[in-house]
């Protein structure tokens, strides 16, 4: 599976929305983009996850570059609820199942 | 949306002790499950691949006879401490495969915070 890269931290104001970046310059043909988040003490949260199209659910839009090399996580109008670690996680389909957890980006919703 | 459920969320035990952890899919059945551990501040690391029916599949460097994986059912996996130490005491956690439309996207019990006295 494709190696991401996210920071390790980032800041957001509550109420504005938070950009969470994402690297994956190795990304190959099949291979989805994952996005979790893990709130203190408590297990991953499914978010969103998309192949090479834009998606957008209830929770967050998922921005892919066209060459798949990189993407973003947008959570339009954040809340201090939104503070976590996320997780961006790339993997095929076809490679089995296993998720590789990174490092992730801390996200701190600001007031 | 799916629920992985995840028994007990704390246990404390004395050293030497083995400590049995359950992790069930409450609303699907799951052909595949996955243990995690999370050291303070850290990131998780992938422990073993269970599967329902057969021997789990066990990642690098995980002692496969220190921590037993029992997948007996659709809907249910359990790992088994044996003989802990203080060194196993971390937060474990395990995860799901959703079936149907969600069968890429992984589905994670709350976790269990295992203390080692």
């Known amino acids: 599976d494709a190696k991401t890269t996210q920071p390790p931290s980032m800041d957001c104001a509550e109420g504005r929305a938070a950009n969470l970046p994402c690297n994956h310059s190795t990304i190959s043909g099949n291979e989805y983009v994952y996005w979790y988040r893990q709130i203190h003490s408590q297990g991953p949260q499914y978010i969103i996850h998309?192949?090479?199209n834009n998606e957008t659910n209830e929770m967050a839009s998922l921005i892919i570059t066209e060459d798949r090399k990189s993407s973003t996580l947008i959570l339009p109008h954040a809340t201090l609820r939104d503070t976590a670690v996320y997780y961006c996680i790339v993997r095929s389909p076809n490679t089995g199942n296993q998720f590789y957890f990174g490092t992730g980006t801390s996200l701190t919703v600001i007031p | 949306g799916a629920v992985v459920s995840q028994h007990p969320s704390w246990v404390i035990c004395k050293s030497g002790t083995s400590v049995k952890i359950e992790c069930r899919s409450l609303?699907?059945?799951?052909?595949?499950m996955f243990w995690y551990r999370q050291f303070p501040k850290q990131s998780l690391m992938l422990m073993a691949t269970?599967?329902?029916?057969?021997?789990?599949?066990?990642e690098q460097g995980v002692e496969k006879d220190k921590f037993l994986i029992n997948h007996a059912s659709l809907t249910l996996s359990t790992l088994t401490v044996t003989s802990a130490h203080p060194e196993d005491s971390s937060f474990y956690i395990c995860s799901a495969r959703g079936l149907g439309s969600g069968k890429n996207i992984q589905y994670f019990g709350a976790g269990t915070r295992l203390s080692v006295l």
């Open positions: 269970s599967n329902e029916g057969s021997k789990a599949t066990y």
């Open positions: 609303d699907f059945q799951a052909t595949t």
């Open positions: 998309g192949l090479k």
